[in-house]
């Protein structure tokens, strides 16, 4: 099946520094890219969609800012969270779907997460 | 946007019983409709999926119902056993032409021994 690869898989920084979180189609190309940020024992709260070649789409409520979103390639999605605060803390997972070249079945395909600790 | 309401939050069941977990979405455009399983500090996994034009999926001991009329949704687990204790969280999108997943709140199920 399709291989997605999060780094950094932890990660504690200082309050006020930024941070940067890579999500790899390992296998696949991926036209589309989801990030997404989970608080412990919550669900995945959608933050941004992100497009190959183009601006994210941030849901509501979300800072463009704050989380930067870059999708340069069909296999790099990048997420970095600038000028974190302790509030940021959370665990932030990518998702991908294949494109449609290769038979997009809308499954997802998650990474392996990435927690952050912002002290 | 959509909104996805799964139902209960909690459930323990004894092993080998069954154990069922119900979402609601609010968006009738949406047409795909996959449920997640996320152990403790680990990614989804994709444990079954249904399509808006099926009625009803079955993989082994997991099952999906599809009430597109009510626009609700069910898995259903027979014969549980501890492995399966995890986080289940269900899912609506639109499709191949949808750039959104929107998820339930989430069902930790606990099987007991």
């Known amino acids: 099946g399709a291989v997605v690869s999060q780094h950094p898989s932890w990660v504690i920084c200082k309050s006020g520094t930024s941070v940067k979180i890579e999500c790899r189609s390992l296998?696949?190309?991926?036209?589309?890219m989801f990030w997404y940020r989970q608080f412990p024992k919550q669900s995945l709260m959608l933050m941004a969609t992100s497009n190959e070649g183009s601006k994210a789409t941030y849901e509501q409520g979300v800072e463009k800012d704050k989380f930067l979103i870059n999708h340069a390639s069909l296999t790099l999605s990048t997420l970095t969270v600038t000028s974190a605060h302790p509030e940021d803390s959370s665990f932030y997972i990518c998702?991908?779907?294949?494109?449609?070249?290769?038979?997009?079945?809308?499954?997802?395909?998650f990474g392996e997460g990435s927690r952050l600790t912002v002290l | 946007g959509e909104n996805v309401e799964q139902h209960p939050s909690t459930l323990s069941v004894q092993e080998g019983d069954s154990a069922v977990i119900k979402c609601t979405y609010s968006?009738?455009?949406?047409?795909?409709f996959p449920w997640y399983k996320q152990e403790l500090g680990k990614r989804p996994q994709l444990i079954i999926d249904?399509?808006?034009?099926?009625g009803e999926k079955k993989d082994q001991r997991i099952a999906v119902t599809l009430n597109k009329t009510a626009k609700h949704f069910s898995l259903h687990i027979t014969e549980t056993q501890p492995e399966d204790s995890a986080v289940y969280f269900c899912a609506a999108s639109i499709g191949r032409t949808g750039n959104q997943f929107y998820f339930g709140t989430g069902t930790s199920l606990t099987v007991i021994p």
């Open positions: 249904i399509r808006s034009n099926v």
């Open positions: 968006d009738s455009a949406s047409n795909y």
């Open positions: 296998d696949f190309q991926a036209t589309t």
């Open positions: 998702s991908a779907r294949l494109s449609p070249r290769e038979r997009d079945t809308g499954e997802l395909f």
